[in-house]
């Protein structure tokens, strides 16, 4: 202990701190910066109404491809339900959300029917394998890191224009692949 004194006195008595404390001081103030901005910069999430659209992203395609897919979580923070009723984008000739399930041990995709209920106070996740969007009929390739525009039409909020980013072939999104879409 009798160490530490003689040490913190000098430093006391010192106009500026020693060149390692202030290096140090200035990375904790960068890395604090960069904390705080990534969620920001990170942030892909639309509002209209009571309804807030998490993430809205789509895969690349390769050359050729005439079809690509939609994803992103719908949660409505309102008292009443809300359905998702209609989707349209300049990428592609038309927009359907699809409902992909397995019945008898084999996977089927279908169009879903007189939209998609979104129920108050709940969310629904469109993932691979499960609820989503497709977009036929592709005017041009979506490329990994661009993003592209889709208005989503809602009974209730009303519709909003929402920015896909376009991720790699392979992505999965969160990985969460079950099929429990209201939850």
Not at 3 to 26: D, K, S
Not at 73 to 93: C, P, W
Request: hydrophobic share 40%; net charge neutral.
């Amino acid at each position: 202990m009798s160490n530490l004194l003689p040490r913190a006195r000098t430093y006391a008595l010192r106009r500026a701190p020693p060149f390692y404390l202030q290096l140090r001081i200035g990375l904790a103030v960068l890395a604090l910066l960069l904390l705080a901005c990534i969620p920001a910069a990170l942030a892909h999430e639309f509002k209209v109404g009571d309804l807030e659209i998490e993430h809205p992203w789509s895969r690349a395609t390769p050359p050729g491809a005439k079809v690509a897919g939609g994803y992103f979580t719908v949660i409505n923070k309102g008292s009443a339900s809300d359905r998702l009723l209609s989707i349209s984008s300049d990428i592609s000739d038309k927009a359907e959300l699809h409902e992909m399930g397995v019945k008898d041990g084999v996977m089927t995709m279908r169009p879903v029917e007189g939209g998609l209920e979104i129920p108050a106070g709940g969310k629904v996740a469109l993932k691979p394998a499960a609820y989503h969007l497709m977009f036929t009929g592709l005017k041009r390739q979506p490329k990994q890191g661009e993003k592209f525009p889709a208005t989503l039409t809602f009974e209730k909020a009303g519709s909003v224009t929402v920015e896909f980013a376009v991720e790699g072939m392979g992505e999965t999104g969160s990985g969460d692949m079950d099929m429990d879409h209201a939850e």
